[in-house]
């Protein structure tokens, strides 16, 4: 049963610290995506690759949010420095094909930043 | 740019009644519709999908849903709910036309009372 898997579940750190997600997709997508969810905001695009490169980061804060995919198998997404506001579930998704018509969701990052 | 509006933020209903739950969408261009569920604490799943074709698609769990492009609409409808189907559902839609990026609603919790 293939899965996009995320570490850690959950994360509580405090303000001004560094946060790192990571995302493994499933084996042969080529395309992964990070959203952030909220309850003000909902599910939010925050960046989406392609073949590990970038195709658009428009919906991340670019002063402290960094997403990058070393490889096939890992995608991580970085705030730094973390702020209370910050505060959400951030998921990862993956798909394959051209247009990654249907993505596949990991269980999420719950990161709270105090 | 697309959109999505989910009217019902919440639809409470009894067990083995049937349940519609409503979405819209606005695109200027062909777009593909999905409806997603979220457990709680869980990431998110996806029930069901439009791509082409027919315009009544089937789903899991015995959800399904009607494209109506007239009305812009995408209602996911269940014959008869059960208490298991108590979650958040996300109707998200993306353009046909290169890279597709998915678009969600804010969601509507359904609430399956005995």
């Known amino acids: 049963d293939a899965r996009v898997t995320q570490t850690p579940r959950h994360k509580v750190t405090e303000m001004g610290q560094e946060v790192t997600m990571r995302c493994q997709p499933i084996l042969g997508h080529n395309t992964v995506f990070w959203y952030r969810q909220t309850m003000m905001q909902g599910l939010e695009l925050l960046a989406y690759f392609r073949n590990r490169a970038p195709l658009d980061d428009s919906g991340m804060p670019k002063d402290r949010f960094s997403a990058e995919m070393p490889d096939a198998t890992l995608a991580t997404l970085k705030i730094q420095p973390s702020e209370p506001r910050d505060s959400a579930v951030y998921f990862c998704?993956?798909?394959?094909?051209?247009?990654?018509?249907?993505?596949?969701f990991g269980p999420g990052t719950r990161l709270t930043v105090t | 740019a697309q959109s999505v509006t989910q009217l019902d933020s919440q639809v409470p209903v009894f067990e083995e009644a049937p349940v519609e739950l409503r979405c819209n969408y606005s695109?200027?261009?062909?777009?593909?519709l999905f409806w997603y569920v979220q457990y709680p604490n869980q990431g998110l799943q996806l029930l069901l999908k439009y791509l082409s074709g027919s315009t009544l698609v089937k789903g899991i769990n015995g959800f399904e849903a009607e494209f109506n492009k007239s009305q812009t609409s995408f209602h996911l409808r269940k014959p008869s709910v059960h208490i298991s189907d108590t979650a958040e559902y996300f109707c998200?839609?993306?353009?046909?036309?290169?890279?597709?990026?998915?678009?969600f609603g804010t969601g509507t919790r359904l609430l399956v009372s005995p």
């Open positions: 998704a993956s798909g394959h094909g051209q247009g990654a018509v249907e993505q596949y």
């Open positions: 695109s200027s261009v062909s777009v593909y």
């Open positions: 998200a839609v993306s353009e046909d036309t290169g890279f597709q990026k998915l678009v």
